[in-house]
């Protein structure tokens, strides 16, 4: 899906937006494209601690997924020149074809950096809310109401990335796919529909399924007026920095030391030698 995401994207992007630029906003979209790549390896590399904590403490999946997006804001907003703006939708989007090309399952915005950096850090983004629905296929003890429920989720969701995006494009191919825009709220529904499918009591983990099916009912009365996959950038950014937020105000708590209250020193603790170590 995310091949096709991508692929969709840089369809417009190229054929439709580039043509529209002069040859100096192409070298500044270029050059911004390559300052982006750059500007989120370091990111990466210095946020390393941080995303190699424990799920508890660190900033590995939503938190960390929303301070990647965190500066992409000013693209919608609507306050970077042309040129960069452009350099902006090409790196995003050829970032979205190299993780389905890579097989990396978090946010688009770290496949590159992965790439180059060997690493694949737990990073969670809009996309992800496909591998939820794709989990339902994949399930050992899934039955027939989940599977169909994953189906349904998927598709809807692959929609809302590949149709639009197709729809801009000049010519005929565009005016295809735009008539097709008259089954968005089909596609919303399929998705809302999905959500209620896994509400059904069913074997299997509980929270995950009630976790899944809320999400598609959002997601679904979201794709059904329209507010999707917009709405999930965000949602995700305004999810993450909170959680964030939680963890590491809570790590910190937790991470004290000790005191006894006899000396009012830190007892010291036995050391255990563990396979890091001993490398």
Known sequence: ???AAGGAALTHILSTKAPDHTGGELLAATGTALALAVAYTGVLVLLRPLLERGARTGLSGWPGGALLLLPMLLYPIGV????PALGVALYVEFSVLVAGATGYGGIELAALPALFLGRRPVLYGPFNAVDLAERSLRGRRAGTPERLAGAL?????AWFWIVPPLAAVRGGLGDAFDALGTLDPAAGGAVLVAGVLLAVPAPGPARLRRLR?????????????GALPDVLWPLIILTGLAIGAVRLTSGGRRGAPERTAATGRVP????VETSSTTR
Not at 80 to 83: E, I, N, S
Not at 268 to 271: E, F, I, L, Y
């Open 213 to 225: 099916a809320a999400a598609f009912v959002l997601l679904g009365l979201g794709g059904a007026v």
């Open 153 to 157: 989720a998927a598709t809807g969701l």
């Open 1 to 3: 899906m995310r091949v």
């Open 268 to 271: 010291a603790r036995p050391h």
């Open 80 to 83: 970077l020149p042309d040129g």
